[in-house]
């Protein structure tokens, strides 16, 4: 291709070559001016878009720009000099995000801060880790509002340089840049209205600027931003001023030098009363409200920082720790499993060095464990280890205040509102399914009346065509044979003409009496007027394709669902049922029993029963564990060792039992070959029909006198042959006749329930001795029963479980089982 294109570019390149010499005399104004125009590009692009800020005598603030405590996460560990952050890296808080938040934010001009990286620590990779998504040493600058968290994430109030290059604002994300880690960097707020670049943040790296301005959200815009920054496995050092560490190519003041009119400061936090600081230990019960309770708490408090593994959790997702479940899946709220696939993380380290550390930071505290603030052992060993701190338990159990039913509602009326939006928008959408599949269907009817027109149209037309093609050959026909003959034309034409003229008279009216027959039949029948008038309007039906066009409807989906309120009943709802429940129902079922409410002498300074007084509150739990004794099990209740005994002892028994069975069985067998047992029942005769059994009985009435006198006969002969025996030959007789004696029992009217003995209810017969084995199962399910009702009892020893829920008897037989 380039061969073949070279012939082309050597011919257009003639003509200009051949211009070039002829104007070669002449100077070329263009050629000169070229460099110079260069040269202003080249300078507009280095043109820095930020001009010097001038000199202003306003006041300026008087506070050093810091970070404080309750104002950094609680791994952040501040140095002595400057404002020098480290991060604890042992265990799981290698993955974690380390956050700060200046304590002077911005909300008018034009200001900058820097940062700059002063060690990397090296921190050990498990090989175990299948979680490789996370960066080791990250760095994020920017700003942030008051109300967002402290670490820089896809917070809607946040914005930030991360070191990867990129600019964050909420959920997007733009590359910028290269990496930074190995920089001065520095970001610079725009809040000036006079400047081109009003409302916008940008990066410098050493001085130079490595990216246009961005736009602030419109989330962030009229708020006041305080500098923030998170990082990962390394030591920063922040620079609020007064000079910057690195020349910018403009002058501009930092954040240390804020104009008092420009900039907010945040106090430093009082010094506790009494000098100790507070650990809050919540007291509530599950899914009666205690996270939401300290979500009001926190909002309105938020120099207190959480201690729990929902706080864990969300930090975490907030680091942008790939969770292969992701962070809806949990199991409860209380303890969720972490579940990150990284050992340092799903072994609870962070946990251990928080419980550590804490105590030891200048901060209050919330330690919110559902469970174990709500059982003794666990209190007692927790408030051990605040031993510098006021330790206050807050109990949340009884009415809520109105602040915590309001925010029920609140809750209660958006997942209604949710519920009902999904409805409306799953019922629009099906209508608009049916919608289009109609107008499909009248479409494909439309198209195909417009094809059957369409060919009747053309049938006419090429019937029409042909009845001309042939009427012009007749009439030439004609005239060539008239004109052979010698006779007019016109008048053989006419004649013909004539003929055929009646002819299609006589066709019409045959074709007109048909019809009216056929419609005074079709008149006739049922059903004739709607018919008659499906014809008529077929008939009216306009040949216009347009006017069967239908109007386009508008779509149902732009409409706004309808909004819903709470009724009468739902406003008595004191708490909102959640998609995932504070507690496990494994934990609630092995621990609530052990439920109770803290007191001083536990080591608490202050117990403050919030919602209700002490005594309604210790009532409202009696009952509230109560109710759950009912219905719930008792997931670790093991089986005792009278059960084993005596559950050894039916099986002996019934082992016996089986053999007794056998026994008589094998007795009864060899008696019955000789003659039928008076104790055992013999299958009835087959029945005849009645004809039969009255012959029957007539002939044996009969033969009876008969049968009596040959039988007296045959007694006396045999009496006369047989010798007299001895008295040894009759003691066996007179032992089988005892046998006979002993096995004439009546077993149809023996009274079950009355017997002593059932292995023996008279004449040694065993009361089971016709049982087969749906039988035997019955006895045995019904005696498995009995012993598990009385073992239940004995092995739970509580007096409010006296026995099992129909509901939960499947898991206590597979227990005992």
């Not at 014809?535 to 039906?541: N, P, T």
């Not at 009385?790 to 026995?803: I, K, L, S, V, W």
């Amino acid at each position: 291709l380039k061969a073949a294109s070279r012939p082309k570019r050597l011919a257009m390149s003639e003509p200009a070559a051949k211009k070039a010499k002829t104007d070669e005399e002449k100077p070329d104004e263009t050629e000169a001016a070229a460099p110079a125009v260069a040269a202003v590009v080249k300078e507009e692009e280095k043109k820095e878009l930020e001009e010097d800020e001038p000199v202003s005598k306003k006041p300026k603030i008087q506070d050093a720009v810091v970070f404080h405590v309750t104002d950094t996460t609680p791994n952040v560990l501040p140095a002595t000099a400057g404002n020098l952050l480290t991060a604890l890296s042992e265990g799981g808080f290698q993955y974690l995000l380390a956050g700060a938040r200046a304590s002077v934010g911005l909300k008018s001009g034009r200001y900058i801060f820097e940062a700059k990286i002063v060690e990397f620590p090296s921190t050990m990779e498990d090989p175990r880790n299948a979680n490789t998504r996370i960066q080791k040493q990250l760095l994020r600058i920017g700003f942030s509002t008051a109300q967002g968290p402290l670490v820089l994430c896809n917070d809607e109030g946040q914005l930030y340089f991360d070191s990867d290059g990129s600019f964050r604002s909420g959920k997007t994300r733009v590359p910028v840049t290269q990496r930074f880690l190995h920089a001065t960097v520095a970001v610079l707020l725009n809040l000036s209205p006079e400047s081109p670049n009003f409302n916008t943040v940008s990066l410098f790296r050493d001085g130079v600027r490595v990216c246009p301005p961005q736009a602030l959200p419109d989330s962030m815009k009229g708020k006041t931003l305080y500098p923030s920054l998170s990082f990962r496995n390394v030591t920063v050092h922040v620079n609020f001023g007064p000079k910057p560490l690195t020349a910018l190519p403009f002058v501009c003041r930092t954040v240390q030098e804020a104009l008092v009119n420009d900039a907010e400061v945040t106090p430093k936090p009082p010094a506790p009363k009494g000098g100790k600081y507070e650990v809050l230990f919540p007291v509530g019960l599950p899914d009666e409200g205690p996270f939401e309770a300290l979500d009001l708490f926190l909002e309105a408090n938020p120099q207190y920082t959480e201690l729990s593994d929902r706080s864990i959790l969300t930090w975490a997702e907030r680091s942008d720790i790939w969770r292969p479940k992701g962070y809806a899946a949990r199991t409860c709220n209380d303890k969720p499993d972490m579940g990150f696939g990284m050992p340092a993380m799903d072994d609870l380290s962070v946990r251990r060095i928080l419980q550590q550390v804490a105590p030891v930071q200048h901060r209050n505290f919330v330690v919110m464990e559902v469970r174990g603030n709500l059982i003794k052992e666990e209190r007692l060993e927790a408030v051990a280890r605040w031993a510098g701190f006021t330790r206050i338990a807050k109990v949340l159990i009884g009415d809520p205040p109105a602040d915590f039913r309001k925010r029920t509602h609140e809750i209660l009326l958006k997942q209604k509102q949710e519920a009902a939006d999904a409805i409306f928008r799953a019922d629009r959408f099906e209508a608009k399914r049916k919608r289009l599949q109609e107008k499909a269907a009248k479409d494909q009817a439309r198209a195909q009346r417009k094809a059957v027109r369409h060919a009747r149209r053309a049938a006419a037309e090429l019937a029409k065509r042909k009845e001309a093609e042939k009427k012009a050959k007749e009439e030439a026909e004609a005239k060539a044979a008239a004109e052979a003959k010698g006779e007019p034309a016109a008048g053989a034409t006419e004649a013909k003409a004539g003929d055929e003229a009646k002819e299609e008279e006589v066709k019409k009216e045959e074709v007109k009496q048909e019809g009216e027959a056929e419609e005074t039949k079709a008149k006739e029948e049922p059903g004739a007027d709607v018919a008659m008038a499906g014809q008529e309007a077929k008939k009216e039906e306009p040949e216009d394709e347009e006017s069967e066009e239908e109007p386009e409807q508008p779509d149902e989906m732009d409409e706004d669902p309808p909004a819903v309120e709470l009724t009468a009943e739902e406003k008595e709802v004191n708490f909102a049922k959640k998609s995932i429940p504070d507690l496990s129902q494994f934990l609630l079922n092995t621990s609530f029993a052990k439920f109770s409410l803290p007191e001083k002498s536990e080591g608490f300074e202050e117990v403050r029963f919030e919602w209700s007084k002490e005594d309604k509150c210790k009532d409202y739990l009696r009952q509230w564990i109560l109710a759950r004794k009912l219905t719930t099990r008792i997931e670790d209740l093991t089986p005792s060792a009278w059960f084993h005994v005596q559950f050894q002892k039916w099986q002996k028994v019934n082992l016996e039992w089986h053999n007794k069975q056998a026994l008589w069985k094998a007795t009864a067998g060899r008696k019955s070959a000789d003659g039928p047992v008076r104790g055992i029942p013999v299958p009835p005769p087959r029945k005849a029909s009645e004809a039969q059994a009255g012959e029957g009985a007539a002939a044996a009435a009969k033969e009876e006198p008969q049968k009596m006198d040959v039988d007296a006969e045959k007694k006396e002969e045999e009496k006369e042959e047989k010798p007299e025996k001895t008295s040894e030959e009759k003691e066996p007789e007179k032992a089988e006749e005892k046998e006979e004696a002993k096995s004439e029992f009546d077993f149809d009217g023996l009274d079950v329930f009355g017997v002593e003995d059932v292995c023996d209810i008279g004449n040694g017969m065993p009361l089971f001795r016709e049982f087969g084995f749906e039988d035997w199962a019955m006895v045995t399910l019904r005696l498995e029963l009995h012993l598990l009702a009385h073992a239940f009892r004995r092995d739970a020893a509580d007096p409010d479980r006296t026995g099992i829920h129909l509901d939960h008897l499947g898991f206590y037989y597979q227990k005992y089982y």
